[in-house]
Structures are given as C-alpha cells and as structure tokens.
C-alpha cells in the first residue's frame, strides 16, 4: 500500500522559514510528479506548487519567489522550503503524488495525511 507521509510543519513567526517533507513508501512502478497543496480554514484546497518527475516546476502566483518545491528520485521524497512566511500561508499542507504502482494500474493521485502550518506573531 502507498504511503505519504508529510513532517516539517509547526508555529512560526511571520517572515520566518520552514522546510516540509514528503516521504513516499509502499510498492511503487512509477512517480510522473509530486506536489504541495494546502487548505486553511474555510477555504478550498489549493496547489501551492508542483514538480513534474523531469524536474518542471510551477507555483502558485502567491508562493512565487518565496516557496521552493525539490525532490529526491532516488528516495522518492518531495521538499517545500518556505521563506518569508506570511500569516495567510497559514493551513493544513498536503503532499499529492501522480504515480503507478504497477504498469498495469492506470495512473493515481496518492495524497498524505498533512501537516499543519501556522505563521503567527
């Protein structure tokens, strides 16, 4: 069975940083790209940031030149540094995953349990 597991969120003050991790366990064939989204309070889901398996990444308009999405093929993880946090980014963090588990499965989107991010004074 595939896993995510995200770790790295906590308390931080505005303007302060944080790294979050996405670790992915469990038979898998094939990751095609992974991907940071989060909801706060109230609101819908959001992406906040994507990497496809080659390396493409994208980001939401409100996370550009602040978050920094990476990954680690060989250990099939996901990274979000985030610099210059604001309180707005406060939410819960989801990492997302497109994979395969076998090359006879049609794709999936594999989701982890989240981790919750508060930017406060």
């Known amino acids: 069975q595939v896993q995510l597991v995200e770790s790295g969120g906590g308390l931080v003050q505005p303007g302060g940083s944080l790294r979050l991790s996405c670790q992915t366990s469990g038979n898998i064939f094939n990751i095609y790209g992974m991907a940071w989204y989060r909801q706060a309070p109230g609101k819908q889901r959001e992406l906040v940031a994507s990497i496809s398996s080659a390396g493409t990444t994208m980001y939401a308009d409100s996370v550009k030149g602040r978050f920094t999405i990476s990954q680690d093929n060989a250990k099939r993880a996901v990274y979000l540094q985030m610099n210059s946090l604001k309180p707005e980014d406060t939410a819960v963090y989801y990492c997302?995953?497109?994979?395969?588990?076998?090359?006879?499965?049609?794709?999936?989107?594999?989701w982890g349990q989240g981790t919750q991010v508060i930017v406060s004074a």
């Open positions: 997302n995953a497109l994979l395969q588990v076998t090359k006879y499965r049609p794709n999936e989107n594999a």
